[in-house]
C-alpha cells in the first residue's frame, strides 16, 4: 500500500512530452506514479530506476477496454487515486475542407472522447473519496485557434468547456479540477504527435499551409521547457490550490490577454445591437 504521505498519479500519455516529465517530476517530490501510454516500453528505463514508486501500464484512450483494464490495475495496485493527469492526445493540421471525416473523428476520439472516458472511468472513485484533483491537458488552440488547427482546436475547445462544467460538479464535492493550457513547449509534439490531412487543397497555402510550415519551422526551438511546466504542475497540486484555468509560458498569456481584449472590443461595438434583441 502507498504512504499517505505520498499522492498517486494517474498519468495518461506518460511515455513523452509533458506526460513524461510530470511522471519524472512527480516521482522527483516523492509520490507515486500510474504512468501509462500506447508504448509503455518507453518508459522501462525510468521504471528499472525507481521500481518502488512507479508503475507503467498499456492505455489507448480510444479503447473503452484499455482504460477499465488499466484503471482497475491501477486501483489495485496502491489502493487510490489522488491525481489524474488526462494528457493524451495527437494533433491534426490541415484546413478544415481538407480533413477527412475519419480524420476528424480521430481527433475528437483522441481528445475529447478519450479523456472523457478516462474521466468517467475515474469519476466513482474521486466521489466515493470526496478528494483529489484533475488535470487535464489543453492547448492554445483552445484560447483561439489558427487557420490549420480548427479540428484539433475544436476537439481542445470541447475539452475545455467540458472542464468548466466538471469544475461546478465536483467542487461540492470536494474534487479539485484544473485546465491547463500552454503555449508551445519543446516536447515532440510537432514531430510525433502531429497527424497531417491527406487532402490537400492548393487555395489554403496561404493559410493552413503556412501555418503548417511555421510549425515545422519552430519544431524543437520552443520558448517553453516541459520539465518547469511539470514542476508548476505539481506544485499547484501540492498547493491545494484548483485555478480553473492555469496558463503557461507568455506566449500563452499573451494570446490569453489579447483574446479577451478582443472580444471586449467586438462585444462593445455590437452590444446595443445584440442588447435590442430581448422582448418586452
Known amino acids: 500500500m502507498s504512504s499517505a504521505a505520498s499522492r498517486v498519479w494517474f498519468i495518461t500519455g506518460a511515455s513523452s512530452g509533458f506526460?513524461?516529465?510530470l511522471t519524472e517530476v512527480a516521482l522527483s517530490h516523492g509520490d507515486l506514479v500510474i504512468a501509462t501510454a500506447r508504448n509503455p516500453e518507453a518508459l522501462s528505463d525510468l521504471a528499472s530506476r525507481v521500481p518502488d514508486s512507479l508503475r507503467v501500464l498499456p492505455l489507448d484512450v480510444t479503447r473503452p477496454d484499455s482504460i477499465a483494464a488499466a484503471v482497475q490495475a491501477a486501483l489495485a495496485e496502491w489502493g487510490r487515486i489522488d491525481v489524474?493527469?488526462?494528457n493524451a492526445g495527437q494533433g491534426l493540421i490541415g484546413a478544415v475542407e481538407e480533413c477527412a471525416d475519419a480524420e476528424s473523428r480521430a481527433s475528437f476520439?483522441?481528445?475529447f472522447f478519450g479523456p472523457l472516458a478516462v474521466l468517467r472511468a475515474l469519476l466513482p472513485h474521486f466521489r466515493e473519496r470526496r478528494s483529489g484533483h484533475i488535470v487535464q491537458m489543453g492547448a492554445a488552440a483552445a484560447i483561439a485557434n489558427y487557420a490549420g488547427f480548427g479540428i484539433y482546436g475544436a476537439a481542445k475547445a470541447a475539452l475545455s468547456s467540458l472542464t468548466e462544467s466538471l469544475t461546478q460538479e465536483l467542487k461540492p464535492l470536494g474534487v479539485r479540477v484544473t485546465l491547463v493550457e500552454p503555449g508551445p513547449f519543446r516536447t515532440d509534439f510537432i514531430g510525433r504527435s502531429l497527424a497531417r490531412a491527406t487532402a490537400t487543397v492548393p487555395d489554403y497555402a496561404a493559410t493552413s499551409g503556412r501555418f503548417g510550415q511555421y510549425l515545422a519551422r519552430i519544431d524543437?526551438?520552443?520558448p517553453g521547457d516541459p520539465h518547469?511546466?511539470?514542476e508548476a504542475i505539481v506544485r499547484l497540486v501540492q498547493s491545494g490550490e484548483a485555478p480553473q484555468r492555469f496558463v503557461l509560458g507568455?506566449?500563452?498569456i499573451d494570446k490569453t490577454r489579447k483574446t479577451f481584449a478582443a472580444k471586449e472590443r467586438e462585444l462593445a461595438q455590437f452590444e446595443a445591437a445584440?442588447?435590442?434583441t430581448d422582448g418586452v
Do not use: F
Open 19 to 21: 506526460g513524461r516529465s
Open 250 to 252: 507568455r506566449y500563452a
Open 274 to 276: 445584440g442588447a435590442a
Open 220 to 222: 524543437g526551438k520552443q
Open 228 to 230: 518547469r511546466a511539470a
Open 109 to 111: 476520439e483522441t481528445n
Open 84 to 86: 489524474l493527469v488526462n
